[in-house]
C-alpha cells in the first residue's frame, strides 16, 4: 500500500466518523487491509476517549468466552 493510499482509507474512516458522531456520543472505528506484504491496521475514533476505552474492553471481555471455544465445534465458523 502506498502512502497515498494509506491517507486515503484514514480519510474514509474520518469521514465516516464525521458523519456518524451527529448519532453518537462516542465513537471508534478499526479496519484492516490484508496484502500480500501485510495487514494494515487504521482507526479512529471520536468523543469521550475514556467512553471509547471501556467500550473496547467491555468487546474484548465479551470475546473471551468465544475464544476459548473448541476450535473444531462444528457451531464455530471458520475463516474460509
Known sequence: MTPDEAKEK???LRSALIRLSEHFDS??????VVEEEGTHAF?????N?????????EWLDQQEPLD???PDDP??????
Open 68 to 70: 476459548r471455544r473448541d
Open 75 to 80: 457451531g464455530i465458523s471458520k475463516p474460509s
Open 43 to 47: 482507526n479512529n475514533g471520536v468523543g
Open 10 to 12: 484514514l480519510a474514509l
Open 27 to 32: 465513537l471508534q472505528i478499526f479496519g484492516t
Open 49 to 57: 476517549w475514556y467512553a471509547r476505552r471501556g467500550q473496547v474492553e
